[in-house]
């Protein structure tokens, strides 16, 4: 997929903001967390908080994944129904079928 430059121009900017979003909240954890780390700590612990948070992320993703999946065939049903209602049904029940002997 080829993008113009102007979208990958925008796709830099969300990519930079996800990442400045990340690094705030892992200070804030760090801050928040009353630990007073060297520099090396500091650093592993920053490593060590994006990892985590990452696998909650994923795991988040795949519950919400699982229940959007429980609740699709109940919202297609409910579509279904609904549609049907507003259209008239298709086929051989809505239009009676002529009899060859009535066109003489």
């Known amino acids: 997929m080829q993008m113009s430059p102007e979208e990958r121009n925008v796709m830099r900017q969300r990519e930079n903001l996800r990442r400045q979003t990340i690094q705030r909240e892992t200070e804030a954890a760090l801050r928040d967390s009353g630990l007073r780390l060297n520099p090396r700590e500091r650093a592993q612990f920053e490593s060590r908080y994006v990892q985590e948070r ?7 993703r ?14 297609i049903q409910q579509l ?3 549609f049907q209602i507003d259209q008239p049904t298709k086929g051989p029940a809505t239009k009676p079928a002529e009899s060859p002997k009535s066109k003489k």
Not at 54 to 60: C, G, H, I, N
Not at 62 to 75: C, G, N, V, W, Y
């Open 54 to 60: 990452r696998k909650v992320e994923q795991a988040l």
């Open 62 to 75: 795949q519950q919400i994944e699982t229940e959007r999946q429980k609740e699709l065939p109940a919202l």
């Open 80 to 82: 279904k129904k609904e």
